[in-house]
T-cell receptor
Framework: AQKVTQAQTEISVVEKEDVTLDCVYE???????LFWYKQPPSGELVFLIRRNSFDEQNEISGRYSWNFQKSTSSFNFTITASQVVDSAVYFCALSGNDMRFGAGTRLTVKP | DGGITQSPKYLFRKEGQNVTLSCEQN?????MYWYRQDPGQGLRLIYYSQIVNDFQKGDIAEGYSVSREKKESFPLTVTSAQKNPTAFYLCASSIVTSMNTGELFFGEGSRLTVL
């Protein structure tokens, strides 16, 4: 069975702090994809990144970076120099035969 | 602009009533999905459809029904059989050839409250 665990329910930081959102997954599939989505207060989820199981190279996009480690089954997301606009709920997701979402981490960035 | 439109945004229903949530997309995507979001539980799949006139149950299909008569439309009916229908409902779509490997595009959701 596939499972995604986001152990951090809520995180609060002050603007300009760095913050890491944890994601741990379980799967028996050898080929799978990992995703991060952002859900701002407006409600719709916005796609941030996709990683396939064969690509462990870390990725950086502006202030966002992702650390994929198969050895620990983790796909963590770091926001550098956080801003108030980063406040949202962030979901990690895993797909193989179907798509599984974690419970989400609510990030609040205070000015 | 291309995207997914869900309506209504907020809906109140009395116990025992059926209610239908609308989802329309103009992205020309073949696959469409309905998810339910509850606090602390993430998103759970209710139904999905990969092609017109065909759909599959997800993890929590009991008490729900869908139809896919047109490619761009995938309405969800919450029936009176759904024991705990108060939730936030999200509709999504994707290119079918990348189903489960590509990104999902989401609507802004419909919040249903049963009084």
């Amino acid at each position: 069975a596939q499972k995604v665990t986001q152990a951090q329910t809520e995180i609060s930081v002050v603007e300009k702090e760095d913050v890491t959102l944890d994601c741990v997954y379980e799967t028996r599939d050898t080929t799978y994809y990992l995703f991060w989505y952002k859900q701002p207060p407006s409600g719709e989820l916005v796609f941030l990144i996709r990683r396939n199981s064969f690509d462990e190279q870390n990725e950086i996009s502006g202030r966002y970076s992702w650390n994929f480690q198969k050895s620990t089954s983790s796909f963590n997301f770091t926001i550098t120099a956080s801003q108030v606009v980063d406040s949202a709920v962030y979901f990690c997701a895993l797909s193989g035969n179907d798509m599984r979402f974690g419970a989400g981490t609510r990030l609040t960035v205070k000015p | 602009d291309g995207g997914i439109t869900q309506s209504p945004k907020y809906l109140f229903r009395k116990e025992g009533q059926n209610v239908t949530l609308s989802c329309e997309q103009n992205l020309n995507h073949d696959a469409m999905y309905w998810y339910r979001q509850d606090p602390g539980q993430g998103l759970r799949l209710i139904y999905y459809s990969q092609i017109v006139n065909d759909f599959q149950k997800g993890d929590i299909a009991e008490g729900y029904s869908v139809s896919r008569e047109k490619k761009e439309s995938f309405p969800l009916t919450v029936t009176s059989a759904q024991k705990n229908p108060t939730a936030f409902y999200l509709c999504a779509s994707s290119i079918v050839t990348s189903m489960n490997t590509g990104e999902l595009f989401f609507g802004e959701g419909s919040r249903l409250t049963v009084l």
